[in-house]
């Protein structure tokens, strides 16, 4: 037998041993997980059954096995047993609405308000059909793949298709659509290789500094009359259009109903390619004429994340979220785009509205940092008039809150938990006065099993000024005199830290990893998260490989000087996307502090990573060919390798390519590093399952843990 297959059988020697003889510390961490723990927590939710329009409800808890129910009355501030009532089956009606009429075979059919008309896509034109008549009319004749009105982009087919981005007007024969232009963007490819034949997978991918990015286009149609008009939009380069409702990044940018439920108008946001520029406009579909009711320049990005504008009694009232005196605000304008108030004044930021009374002129919204004595990444609810005044937080508790608001808005359930305080249920009115206590989450079960809460951390950033909160996950079976490995498990954001706030069982398996005989810190840096302020959220900006790294480092030397058991002659770190990125670079940046790093799906290389993530976060410039930008690579710091690297990757993966991966591979391989590598067939971008989460636990507990 040759070296290479001595080599290859204890490989697989080594890969019986581990998976089917777990260790005894594997033992204790799959004891710990969020899947073995689930169980022991009950209660943790209360779903409210409001009755008598509003002024009492039932609700259900899990006592001694047995599901049991209880009524409330706020008035009365009595909780007692109630029998739930017997409820008899009604007899289905029919429905009039069109769906139902058309049925599942008529999906691509969009009709306007009274019906009389319908759009749809086919072979990427857009097509008008009365109801009364079998035969379309084509009203576009330059569609193609990915210039289109229809909502694919496959090539042409017999099949019609559902017209994409276009909405009819209310009580009226008028439709609005937005076409986006992606001909000459850039493609990228993935292979399938678990198909029956290896499978090819191409698409559009447009990465920062492009110079073929999406373009838009508006067009207003007219059912009467048959005509399509362009509306002219144009003024930043590579501009982006959204109109009502759509999603972007994964959020919704809010407002008041559906595009086309005003009569008269349609209201879209136009953001520059920089991301620092951002229009409020608004279409008048009788005349075609657009307004721009609402400019604002915001250095040196808008937070994308929690930005939100709302249309309010038939445009007469316009909310805009605005970062503009460095913490994000709701503003009140006119419906002429003139400002009238500020909907809540101090250091803190204001998320998402959970509920808005357009007659009472108020709203509810989640607030952050509001109350300066507590970590400021905990969510609280605050009431607020449309005219700045009657502020008041409805949610005072220590802890991350969701509320529900009865439905006649007098009284509201909040529930709120941290990591080392499982889920409290109080009753309060609108006022924020606690009525009465209703539950708290029954977690015996999980103390009987030896589970501990995660410590909370509030630590210094490197500029030994600005406040990091976090958490530090100990073994159960904690010997203070002894010395313990400490693992960073990293997310540098920008748009998310991914640390949970509310009460959760092994978050990010960082409990059931620190069973196997370490200590597991994880936090969030400064840049990593939008809840905190402009001036927090874009410290990494222009540094975009780099700015995470001083802090975690920093935080952990922080930690070891006041806890003598945390051991940094043996320090780890790992994370997935964003995190398994910071994991590779930090190993190279200060490869004689990080000993062991795992780092899975990571993107390395931020220039081939998703447009938006890299020109809002990193920026971007006008040349004079263009926009540029250029972002530091991980493969860069290749040639710094001292410790273990351990690389994962998904070979399917379309949100962070595996060639990012590959390339980072590469150039450890031209600089004769050695580093241990593994990808996962068929793995798109989410890896999270059990093979994933034991790769990791197997490779710091023979290379930090037992070392």
Same mark, same amino acid.
């Given at each position: 037998m040759n070296k290479f297959g001595i080599a290859l059988l204890c490989c697989f020697l080594t890969a019986g041993r581990?998976?089917?003889?777990?260790?005894?510390?594997?033992?204790?961490?799959?004891?710990?997980?969020?899947?073995?723990?689930?169980?022991?927590?009950?209660?943790?939710?209360?779903?409210?059954?409001?009755?008598?329009?509003?002024?009492?409800?039932?609700y259900s808890v899990v006592s001694e096995g047995r599901t049991v129910y209880y009524l409330v009355d706020p008035k009365k501030r009595k909780k007692v047993p109630?029998?739930?009532?017997?409820?008899?089956?009604?007899?289905?009606?029919?429905?009039?609405?069109r769906s139902f009429t058309y049925g599942s075979s008529d999906y691509w059919k969009k009709f306007s308000t009274d019906s009389s008309f319908f759009v749809y896509g086919y072979r990427h034109d857009l097509y008008l059909q009365s109801a009364k008549d079998s035969v379309p009319i084509r009203m576009t004749q330059d569609g193609e793949p990915?210039?289109?009105?229809?909502?694919?982009?496959?090539?042409?087919?017999?099949d019609r298709k559902s017209s994409g981005i276009a909405f009819w007007i209310k009580n009226s024969h008028k439709l609005v659509a937005v076409r986006e232009d992606k001909r000459r963007v850039g493609e990228m490819a993935i292979i399938n290789s678990l198909a029956p034949r290896p499978v090819v997978s191409s698409y559009k991918f447009p990465v920062p500094g492009d110079k073929n990015v999406p373009q838009y286009e508006l067009f207003l149609f007219d059912a009467d009359k048959r005509t399509t008009t362009k509306l002219n939009i144009d003024r930043y380069p590579d501009q982006k259009i959204i109109l009502q409702s759509q999603?972007?990044?994964?959020?919704?940018?809010?407002?008041?109903?559906?595009? &086309?439920?005003?009569?008269?108008?349609?209201?879209?946001?136009? +953001?520059?390619?920089?991301?620092? !520029? *951002?229009?409020? @406009? /608004?279409?008048?579909?009788?005349? &075609?004429?657009?307004?721009?009711?609402?400019?604002?320049?915001? +250095?040196?990005?808008?937070?994308? !994340? *929690?930005?939100? @504008? /709302?249309?309010l009694n038939g445009g007469e009232d316009i909310l805009w979220w605005s970062e503009r005196t460095g913490y994000g605000k709701y503003y009140l304008y006119d419906r002429n785009g003139k400002e009238k108030a500020v909907l809540g004044q101090g250091n803190f930021v204001s998320g998402e509205i959970h509920s808005i009374d357009t007659a009472g002129r108020s709203l509810i919204m989640e607030v952050y940092?509001?109350?300066?004595?507590?970590?400021?990444?905990?969510?609280?609810?605050?009431?607020?008039?449309?005219?700045?005044?009657?502020?008041?937080?409805?949610?005072?508790?220590?802890?991350?809150?969701?509320?529900?608001?009865?439905?006649?808005?007098?009284?509201?359930?909040?529930?709120?938990?941290?990591?080392?305080?499982?889920?409290?249920?109080?009753?309060?009115?609108?006022?924020?006065?606690?009525?009465?206590?209703?539950?708290?989450?029954?977690?015996?079960?999980?103390?009987?099993?030896?589970?501990?809460?995660?410590?909370?951390?509030?630590?210094?950033?490197?500029?030994?000024?600005?406040?990091?909160?976090?958490?530090?996950?100990?073994?159960?079976?904690?010997?203070?005199?002894?010395?313990?490995?400490?693992?960073?498990?990293?997310?540098?954001?920008?748009?998310?830290?991914?640390?949970?706030?509310?009460f959760t069982l092994d978050d990010n398996y960082n409990q059931s990893l620190a069973q196997l005989g370490c200590i597991v810190v994880t936090v969030a840096y400064r840049g990593s998260s939008p809840y905190r302020g402009r001036e927090f959220h874009c410290f990494g900006y222009g540094n975009l490989r780099d700015y995470p790294l001083a802090d975690d480092k920093h935080v952990l030397e922080q930690l070891a000087a006041e806890r003598s058991y945390i051991d940094l002659d043996r320090v780890g770190i790992y994370g997935h996307s964003g995190g398994g990125f910071m994991s590779a670079t930090a190993i190279l940046t200060h490869p004689d502090f990080y000993k062991v790093a795992v780092a899975a799906s990571g993107n390395y290389d931020s220039n081939i990573y998703t447009q938006w993530w890299g020109e809002t976060y990193h920026g971007i410039w006008e040349g004079k060919n263009g926009f540029e930008t250029r972002i530091p690579t991980t493969s860069e710091l290749a040639s710094r390798l001292k410790g273990k690297l351990f690389l994962i990757t998904g070979d399917v993966d379309k949100n962070v390519h595996p060639?990012?991966?590959?390339?980072?591979?590469?150039?450890?391989?031209?600089?004769?590093?050695?580093?241990?590598?593994?990808?996962?067939?068929?793995?798109?971008?989410g890896l999270g399952d059990k093979y994933y989460i034991n790769l990791i636990r197997y490779y710091f507990l023979e290379n930090l843990i037992e070392k």
């Open positions: 581990v998976f089917s003889q777990p260790s005894q510390a594997m033992e204790l961490a799959e004891k710990f997980s969020a899947d073995s723990l689930n169980g022991y927590v009950q209660n943790a939710n209360l779903s409210p059954h409001w009755i008598d329009n509003g002024s009492k409800f039932y109630y029998q739930l009532p017997e409820v008899k089956p009604k007899k289905q009606e029919k429905s009039a609405s990915y210039y289109s009105f229809s909502n694919t982009n496959s090539p042409d087919t017999d999603l972007v990044n994964g959020r919704v940018h809010l407002f008041a109903g559906q595009p &086309g439920s005003h009569e008269r108008y349609v209201y879209f946001l136009r +953001k520059s390619r920089p991301a620092d !520029q *951002l229009d409020l @406009c /608004r279409l008048d579909v009788t005349t &075609g004429q657009i307004d721009e009711l609402i400019h604002e320049t915001n +250095k040196p990005h808008f937070n994308e !994340q *929690l930005f939100n @504008c /709302r249309i940092g509001a109350d300066p004595s507590i970590d400021p990444y905990y969510r609280m609810y605050a009431r607020v008039n449309f005219d700045g005044t009657g502020f008041t937080i409805l949610t005072p508790g220590n802890g991350y809150h969701d509320i529900a608001v009865s439905p006649d808005q007098k009284y509201l359930i909040d529930t709120y938990s941290r990591m080392d305080m499982p889920p409290v249920h109080e009753l309060r009115n609108m006022s924020g006065k606690k009525i009465m206590d209703l539950e708290t989450a029954e977690i015996s079960g999980l103390v009987e099993r030896g589970w501990k809460a995660p410590e909370l951390l509030c630590v210094k950033a490197a500029d030994d000024s600005t406040l990091l909160y976090g958490y530090l996950y100990k073994p159960f079976d904690f010997d203070s005199t002894k010395k313990y490995p400490v693992i960073s498990n990293v997310y540098p954001g920008p748009q998310d830290d991914l640390l949970p706030r509310k060639s990012q991966t590959f390339r980072l591979v590469d150039a450890l391989i031209k600089n004769n590093k050695r580093f241990d590598m593994m990808v996962l067939p068929g793995k798109d971008h």
